[in-house]
């Protein structure tokens, strides 16, 4: 019998085959995004309760739906907007859009299981970005310039903190635009630690490797400052599709063309008024300004607490003593504008990372290894960086050894990487207690371990430290792991799982399986 093609997002299972095409949402913007998550229940909630950025607004929503890394007791819920935010009396916050796979799959229009398989597609069918005239630029219905007397930056905006040890206020969903300060069709877009250090100064931290931090490289070894927007409050296909990283998407590719790509239309762009750069029309909020070069600051150069934020691995990361600056030149808003934020170890950065993660993995293993991979869970537990879980189905004996190839493909195609557990197609791999099942029966640690030692993989992950081990000479190197929990293929008669009979369960339970 045929099986039933999914039509809604909600309607995958594991087993279901893959959809041939995706319904595009009605969503351009943040505020179109928040319209179609208020027609679905429990996505979205509002509070008129006044809150505090500083640490109590990030404190208010561990309880109600961070997730992720967050230290217990924390869950995956609904998003939600802060009306009436402590000192500004004009601002909304808004934490938790993509705070679940459920949201980002309404969102986008992919089933919650396939998620990271549409955003392969939208990686090999890109759509550039276009500029449109500033009279149809939301973003700068309102203006306010660094040389307006009164000018300040932390007057204007609501930067929260997560934690009262935090460095200073930063913006955490930052999507900074930056181009090659010799070719400006040469652009860049990256989410980047921001943290507010005057009333026209930010500090940014650039983790290795990044391309905006090569083109600020290069502009400061000419003596010249780098022109960047950074723009908050977007259509989610933007600030997801920006998260892809080499050599998924190589040094010169402008990941605007993967939101492109995800819509079926360019991402709308703008000339910024003070600076040579381009900002996203469509924003709640851009700021402009320039990455000056040869200046450096210590991110907790106000508080001296010694730390920055808390990171997605689940830790307060140690604050940087030296970072570049950026000079606000001005803000532009749209009219009531909404502020975009995350906490920092939740479960949004798990979508945000892992999500293209999974793109990046199931691309390359298709490429390499056509119909192996069926699919790639980047799991909150490696904070959609660290854990991957691939789901494979092996043709034949070769496939035992190619399955272990896949792991090494993704490790290489994902520098930072940490673990790969491999299961069989018969286990749900976004299932985690499925999965720890598939390792305590198709898994013998002696036999179906691989460890690759001394290989680059992420700064903040505090057991790549050499205060933790002492073999390696520098942060951001570790060993990583190959944990091999497939059945080896002749053997694969004796691991049958108990069939049990296929019914509808709507017929005995309706409240829980609507039809």
Known sequence: MPQKRPTSYLEVKPGDPHPQGWQVPPVNDLRSAIALLQTLP???????????????????????????????????????????IKGFPDARVLVGLMASRERV????????????????????????????????????????????????????????????????????LGLVLGSDPDDRTNTD??????CVQGKDEMSIFFAPGRHIDAFRRKAEAAG?????????????AITIGAEFEAPTTPFGFNELCVAGGLRGQPVELVECLTIDQRAIARAEIVIEGEILPDVRVAEDQH???????????????DANPSLPVIKVKAITTRHQPILQTLVGPGEEHVSLAGIPTEASIYLQCEDALPGLVKNVYAHSAGGGKFLAVLQVAKRNAGDDGMTRQAALIA??????????ILVDEDVDLFDTDDVMWAMQTRFVGDLDTIFVPGVAGHVLDPSQQPFYDPRISDKGTTTKTIFDC??????????????FAEVDPSLWAPSLFPR
Do not use: W
């Not at 010249?224 to 989610?236: A, C, F, Q, T, Y």
């Not at 508080?303 to 990361?317: L, V």
């Open 42 to 84: 429990g996505q979205y909630i509002e509070t008129d309760r006044e809150v505090d950025p500083i640490a109590e607004l990030a404190g208010v929503y561990r309880y109600i739906g961070a997730g992720g890394t967050v230290m217990r007791p924390t869950r995956i819920g609904p998003a939600m907007t802060f009306n009436t």
């Open 189 to 194: 877009v990256t989410i980047h630690r921001l």
């Open 224 to 236: 010249k400052p780098l022109p960047v927007s950074i723009n908050m409050g977007l259509d989610p």
């Open 411 to 420: 490790l290489a195609v994902y520098r930072e990487l940490k673990n790969v």
């Open 303 to 317: 508080t001296h607490t010694g730390k920055a934020m808390p990171e997605f691995p689940g830790y307060n990361g």
């Open 105 to 172: 799959s309404a969102l986008l229009g992919a089933p919650v299981r396939e998620l990271g398989i549409q955003m392969a597609q939208a990686r090999r069918n890109v759509t550039p970005p276009v500029t449109v005239e500033q009279q149809d630029a939301p973003c700068q219905q309102v203006v306010y310039r660094a040389d307006d007397p009164g000018f300040d930056l932390r007057k204007i905006l609501p930067a929260p903190t997560n934690t009262t040890e935090d460095a200073g206020p930063f913006f955490c």
């Open 486 to 499: 497939t059945v080896p293929f002749k053997l694969k008669p004796h691991f049958v799982r108990a069939q």
